[in-house]
């Protein structure tokens, strides 16, 4: 049958379409205000739905302090539109398993998904449209019904074959649909209820529930659906891996504006509703692979650990290596048994913990039933979706109380990032591969002309090694290896960017080969191709007795060099011993002619002579360097190396400047991300206590006096609540501001200590010094909002005997007494 004879035949409608109880629960649910005396004749017709609908209503979600016994007071207690959704949910859930079993599936995942998307709809429409909340209840949970109507009425008319849940998305899954039907699922889910009576509001609230791309594009409840869809499937879909979790939270935290604790008590409020269904709807087993079980903080901790795994260099066992560290830095765990899979075949790399702390390998990689494992007991595996990648098998009783469950999300973490990591690897590898297994000599060269890499049957010709030739001029590797001379026509070509191509037969000594030192012709072509506005050439060296036909090698070549890439972002110099630029590799070759030590200012950290001395070292080391000019300036590492002095010519050298920025742009924001609270730019709660026992010791060990305030804002909680958390947060960007400006620099350090409470450790100070601080602060803040944010800070000078703790809990408990003395005070500490 096709999709229109099914959903044209009033007997297939008749047969596979709710219920007529569900159906009025449907138009019930539409209603702005529901008839309960519907609703309490359909629910009394069917105990088992009472009993249902009771035993959800008396879930810990409701929190209600009395045990409720019939739909009567359910309905008080809850509110008639609350239990409707709760009716409709136990029966469209009833109605429509049982025709899916008859069919040979198992719905039970998606009726989770169904769940979550529902639950996180309604809550985040409450953000959104709060007066559409229950309609985006309900349009989450019917978006996906036109596939369990299908897979009820035909089957084979769904386009998705995989085992997995039919309402989580497959890549293509709606241009499928769309071709092969003439529209997507959503809008069959939107012709199916108006066909069975439906307000039109619901369909068009569920007809975009994919478009998450878009979904700025449409209106507020169709954004509350889009979200909802896509927060259900990267919580509970584990084939997607733990990664789109991470990064959903945080486009889920811009969209709705929200700070972290705000998304983690919203997603906390979900969870606590859709653990109370899945209970009351018989369907807990099989949900605990979900994310929804650990915090976003959680994941995040384990994402970013993570994410050092997939950039690893060194192989397998660096990536080995670098999961030890992580496991005992993060969860004191030195010994265990660690497989990861081969990224270029089946078998698998065994490593084992030492006792001294370090890692050996097995020789390998083995089958995995081959595999000479220390721990003989279940480990766990590493997967990506459906894929297996490697195991971990550890004791139990190693693990810290408290870390089993973040121990088990970091190796799930592990798991998708060691596919990352092999899918790169197998792809650089493979591609190094194939250029090296080519039978013709190959160099890909810049565009003036020097060597970035090589293929093995190249440096059999020229007699190199691996990386000899790397920033070298083609055409003199070609005539020190070789004797073979290039012409004036060669540097016509590298200085003409607009000629594409150099062709020329030679002759030179062949030191390949069991023919070793024997005469040899070749022919010679070079190819400039230009990508990303770089120009790169991709160079040949072909036997004669090879070209019995030239045209059908020729074309050869084309093919080639349309499959070739390559590119370098290093920049490349050439220098004397002078120091002077032969070669750069600069745009325009800026810099040539010019001194090398002039170009680059070392980083202040260098200690040497930078100058044509530095060049006379027997190993000049890297030095880190800023170009002064050319290219935007910017940081680099620079690394040199000793060129062949050769026929008569200077002793040079090569220079690889290796671009620093990004690496410097990170190091800076992970820092800035460490030690700042992001709002308010002080330093937050974990550098707060860093400093304050540095300061502390410091103090003690030196006999100078320090002093610690303490305190929360007065009526910012009332704006909060009134006027938004946007100008909440505007509170406390001023608060940081007043703060850095009025406390001394270097000596005075303001921190955030969470929420709307603040902290600043004082050093050099005495009893009166401190008081006079606190003083400003007050009168700053509450001249900066009009008396209408004050502050209540406690202050307490450093005792003989303190600790850290012990002065924090005393100016803790001053702010306190400040607060109950009705705010806008400085009190000290007892």
Known sequence: MTLDQVVDSPQTLRRFSPSPVVLRLMVEAARPEPDFQILAEIIRADPALAATILALVNSPFFGLPKKVSDIQRAAVVLGSRELLKTALLVSLRKDREQALLESGY????????????????????????????????????????????????????????????????????????????????????????????????????????????????????????????????????????????????????????????????????????????????????????GFFRHSIK????????????????????????????????????????????????????????????????????????????SLRLKGAALRSGDRKWGEFRHHAQDVRPGDAGALDLYLRFVGQAYETYCARQAVMEERASAFDSLPLAVARLGGRGEVVDTNRRFRELADLAPGQSRGRKLERILEDRLGLY????????????????????????DRSGPGKGREACAYLSAQRETSGGQARILFLVEGLRDLSNMEVQALRRRDFLERLIGSMRDKVFTVDERGTIGFSSLEGEEGRGESLFELFTPEATFTGAWGPEFLELPAPPAVEATLARG??????????????????????????????????????????????????????????????????????????????????????????????????????????????????????????????????????????????????????????????????????????QDTPDSLLNRADRAAYSAKGAGGDTVVWAK
């Open 106 to 289: 198992d719905a039970a995942e998606d009726w989770r998904m169904a769940l979550w998307s529902a639950v996180a709809a309604e809550a985040l429409a409450r953000r959104i449209c709060p007066e559409q909340a229950d309609l985006a209840y309900i349009c989450a949970l019917l978006k996906d019904v036109s596939l369990l109507f299908l897979r009820s009425a035909s089957p084979e008319l769904l386009l998705r074959r995989d085992p997995g849940p039919l309402t989580v998305l497959a890549q293509g899954q709606l241009a499928a649909e769309r071709e092969a039907w003439g529209l997507d699922h959503p809008g069959l889910s939107r012709l199916l209820l108006g066909k069975w009576g439906l307000p039109p509001e619901i369909g068009e609230g569920l007809s975009k529930h994919h478009d998450l791309e878009e979904m700025e594009e449409r209106e507020p409840l169709q954004r509350a659906v889009i979200l909802a869809t896509h927060w259900a499937e990267v919580e509970l879909s584990t084939g997607r891996g733990p990664f789109p979790a991470v990064r959903f939270s945080h486009r889920l935290r811009t969209a709705l504006g929200l700070r972290e604790t705000e998304l983690e008590e919203l997603r906390q409020g979900c969870l606590v509703r859709f653990e109370a269904l899945l209970k009351g709807l018989g369907l807990g087993d099989g949900a605990d692979e």
């Open 298 to 373: 959680a994941m995040q901790e384990a994402y970013f650990l993570s994410m050092d795994l997939p950039s690893a260099e060194g192989g397998v066992e660096a990536v080995a290596r670098l999961v030890a560290r992580q496991l005992a830095l993060s969860f004191d765990l030195r010994t265990f048994d660690l497989a990861l899979r081969s990224p270029h075949n089946g078998g698998y790399h065994l490593f084992h913990s030492t006792p001294e702390g370090g890692l050996s390998a097995e020789p390998g990689p083995a089958p995995s039933a081959e595999l000479a494992w």
């Open 486 to 509: 290039m012409g004036r026509e060669w540097q016509e070509f590298l200085e003409d960017e607009a000629r594409p191509a150099f062709n020329r037969i030679v002759c030179f000594t």
């Open 631 to 800: 290219e935007g300036g910017g940081s680099y590492e620079l690394i040199f190396s000793r060129l062949e002095r050769s026929r008569g010519r200077e002793r040079a050298a090569l220079v690889v400047a290796r671009d620093l920025s990004a690496v410097r742009r990170l190091e800076k924001e992970l820092k800035m991300r460490a030690i700042y609270d992001g709002l308010t730019g002080l330093f937050n709660h974990a550098q707060f206590h860093s400093i304050l026992e540095r300061e502390v010791r410091r103090a003690q060990r030196t006999g100078r006096p320090m002093g610690l305030i303490f305190f929360d804002l007065d009526g910012f909680k009332a704006i909060n609540d009134t006027k938004g958390h946007q100008a909440g947060d505007a509170i406390l960007r001023l608060i940081g501001e007043i703060l850095t400006r009025e406390v001394r620099q270097g000596m005075d350090f303001p921190c955030r200590y969470g929420g709307d409470e603040f902290a600043v450790v004082v050093t050099e100070v005495g009893d009166r010094e401190l008081e006079l601080v606190g003083e400003r602060l007050r009168q700053a803040v509450s001249a900066q909002f009009a008396g209408k944010v004050t502050i209540s800070a406690g202050l307490t000078g450093l005792g003989t």
